[in-house]
């Protein structure tokens, strides 16, 4: 059972480049979501994706964009990479409840380690 | 804003004793509780949850005890064996915009198991 699966699972950028990390889920979730991961501060949601076709901001949105492709895959881009978004980037998925993502299990994937030099 | 607070950052414990991570939150509207272990380059797992109209659960050497009143919630793991070595994560559901919960997860609690 593959879950969710990201790659690359490793990637080293200049300042300026652009990437897209890609995030694929197996379980038919509705909900899809990106978090950066920052030591001592757990992780913070930068995008989410309630259900195929909508996108919405999360908490810490700025210098990234998503695209929902399908209902599997969720995509993260960031246009010109800055220092400051060296981190740890997890997706998730999650069933829908009620026609909003909400008390339901959040499912990781393995994690994406992006340096930006 | 909503936070949580996750207390101690660290925990070391000889293998067999228990081991006790305490979170507190800070939106009584929250009314979902997930536990997550992280181990080293992997993404975190789900090992339990609770919700907001239960007190306790349990799962084998795993247990969550929630208070609503004084809004902490706790991860107590018995029989501790090096395999529980990891970093733990506790999580809160408290309402976003658009009828949105988000999950606000706590700094983390690295624990370490001596044999």
């Known amino acids: 059972n593959a879950g969710v699966t990201q790659t690359p699972k490793f990637q080293v950028l200049k300042t300026g480049q652009s990437m897209t990390l890609q995030c694929a889920q197996d379980m038919n979730h509705n909900s899809m979501y990106w978090y950066r991961q920052d030591p001592g501060m757990g992780l913070r949601l930068i995008y989410y994706?309630?259900?195929?076709?909508?996108?919405d901001k999360g908490e810490v949105p700025n210098g990234y964009n998503v695209s929902r492709l399908n209902k599997r895959e969720f995509s993260l881009r960031l246009e010109s990479a800055a220092p400051s978004q060296t981190s740890v980037y997890f997706c998730a998925s999650s069933s829908l409840t009620g026609g909003v993502p909400s008390n339901q299990p959040q499912h990781f994937g393995d994690g994406t380690r992006l340096s930006i030099l | 804003g909503e936070n949580v607070e996750q207390h101690p950052s660290t925990l070391s414990v000889q293998e067999g004793d228990s081991a006790v991570i305490k979170c507190t939150y800070s939106?009584?509207?929250?009314?979902?509780f997930p536990w997550y272990k992280q181990e080293l380059g992997k993404g975190p797992q789900l090992i339990i949850d609770?919700?907001?109209?239960?007190g306790e659960k349990k799962d084998q050497r795993i247990a969550v005890t929630l208070n609503k009143t004084a809004k902490h919630f706790s991860l107590h793991i018995t029989e501790t064996q090096p395999e529980d070595s990891a970093v733990y994560f506790c999580?809160?559901?408290?309402?976003?915009?658009?009828?949105?919960?988000?999950?606000?997860f706590g700094a983390g609690t690295r624990l370490a198991v001596h044999p």
């Open positions: 939106d009584s509207a929250s009314n979902y």
């Open positions: 994706s309630a259900s195929e076709g909508t996108t």
């Open positions: 609770i919700r907001s109209n239960v």
């Open positions: 999580a809160a559901f408290t309402p976003f915009s658009g009828g949105y919960n988000k999950l606000i």
